[in-house]
């Protein structure tokens, strides 16, 4: 139908033909599948969810005299520096770490106090402060060698006073996810936020049929090397992610019942915007990275559209009772995203208020900022240099023998 | 006269001084937040109007901050009066104030901490 190149060519002449995904959905509802094709040269899609398995290398530079980095902390969060000397990782759900005796579990006592508010800091946060610009208080501690012989080292850094200052986010983009509910008797608080007892409400964390990648099912144009929308700059995507699971059963439509694909994503935070990278907490979990992620589809052929006509209504997620606090967790069956976004769900007879975790609003922003973007030629498209593997299995952590 | 004194020593009840405007001789203004028994504090309102004291209730509110907000939705879900509530059209928070009663469940529950109450 029609090549990357010959896209990017447009693209060049501000002559692309960009939508939204939601506005290709609309117009497949109105003038079919081949029409639509024929007519859009890129759809964009995106997301802003919570994606905690971010994270932010940091280098610093050289101090003098030169120090080998083995801890540090960066406006209180440990970050990892089990890498050359000055080069450090900073974890999103990373919780700061203070100087107290009360110990991480004890949770419920510090929740409400002023501590309370302390704690619920993490890399996060502080990868969002750098990304606005701020200065963060950091301390390292060295390991005394000839060739760096500081033992220690405290400063103030910004995103100007650093060499390399990049996400390298080892999970991102979930296709798909599960609908969290609590079955039990007590309130359970959970990565998808608080799940009130015997049912009380249900939280689902993608936002459906805008998400990218549930409108390329097998990741046929998604692939390593892709360009995409990351935090408000241009990323890449890297690899495949973690639990990375293509595997997952699937419905006609090729879409996943649960959660299947990721992927490993990489961008320079220099470039990035704090409205698209967000700190935030879970209560009585831990700090996460709300993060906004978009990626263009180039129409190469009828079928991205017709995998971009999905609806709402021909999504499902898995309902899962976080009560049973096991792996393998029991579910109350499948329910549709169009189900999810009424704010209702019918579960064992009983009306359930239900709540999106990931910004349907924002994720719709996302999508919109990208399309314009392409229009205006500041974002080119690429050829993925390699494939997502599409035949990865989920391997569970047994301890041997048993 | 000592109020405050005089609501812990009778009633049992803690009364934490929110703002204070009192002068020596003047009509003063005090706001205070009382936490005690329930028939306690109905018996220290009672015993505070017989001193021909005027005791209205200020209405905490809940504030959202705009800018901060991300629009996810979380809180919705522990609304017990949908209060707040997703835009079924543009999926942005909407807040009917009429419709909150304070519980503040929605105030730890959401993620960035843009929701707070005016006191």
Known sequence: MRSIAEINDKIERRQAVVRTVEEVKAQVAEVGIAQTAKEVDVVTTGTF?????????????????????????????????????????????????????????????????????????????????????????????????????????????????????????????????????NGGDRALFTYLGPLQPRLGNAVYSNPGAISPLLNDPDLELVGIGTRVFLGGAIGYVAWEGTQHFPLQKRLPNRTPIGPAATLALVGNAKYMNPKWVRGCYLRGYGPSLMLGVGIP??????????????????????????????????????????QLKSGKLIIDGKSVRVAPLASIYLSRQVATELKHWIEQGAFMLTEPVASIPNDRTFIPQDMRGS | MPVTYRLAKDFNVAANIIRAQVAPNQIGKLVVELLGDIDQLDAAIEWMRSQDITVSFASRELVIDEETCVDCGLCTGVCPTEALTLDPQSFKLTFTRSRCIVCEQCIPTCPVQAISTNF
């Not at chain 1, 190469?300 to 021909?314: F, R």
């Not at chain 1, 999504?315 to 606090?325: E, R």
């Open chain 1, 297 to 338: 589809l180039p129409v190469l052929t009828e079928a991205v559209i017709a995998h971009c006509s999905v609806q709402d209504q021909d999504l499902v997620a898995p309902v899962v009772d976080f009560s049973i606090p096991r792996r393998v967790r029991p579910t109350f069956g499948l329910v549709s995203y169009a």
């Open chain 1, 49 to 181: 969810e919570p994606m905690e398995s971010s994270g932010a290398i940091l280098n610093l530079g050289q101090t003098d005299p030169p120090i080998k980095i083995r801890q540090c902390w960066i406006d209180g969060v440990p970050a990892y520096a089990g890498f050359g000397a000055v080069d450090l990782y900073l974890g999103a759900s990373q919780a700061v770490e203070y100087s107290g005796t009360t110990d991480l579990n004890d949770i419920e006592e510090v929740r409400e106090g002023a501590e309370a508010r302390v704690r619920q800091r993490g890399g996060g946060h502080v990868i969002e402060e750098l990304i606005a610009g701020r200065s963060v208080p950091l301390r390292a501690v060295g390991q005394v060698t000839d060739c760096y012989p500081r033992a220690s080292f405290e400063t103030t850094i910004s995103q100007n006073t650093i060499n390399q200052f990049y996400l390298f986010n080892p999970r991102n983009l979930y296709q798909n996810f599960i609908v969290g509910v």
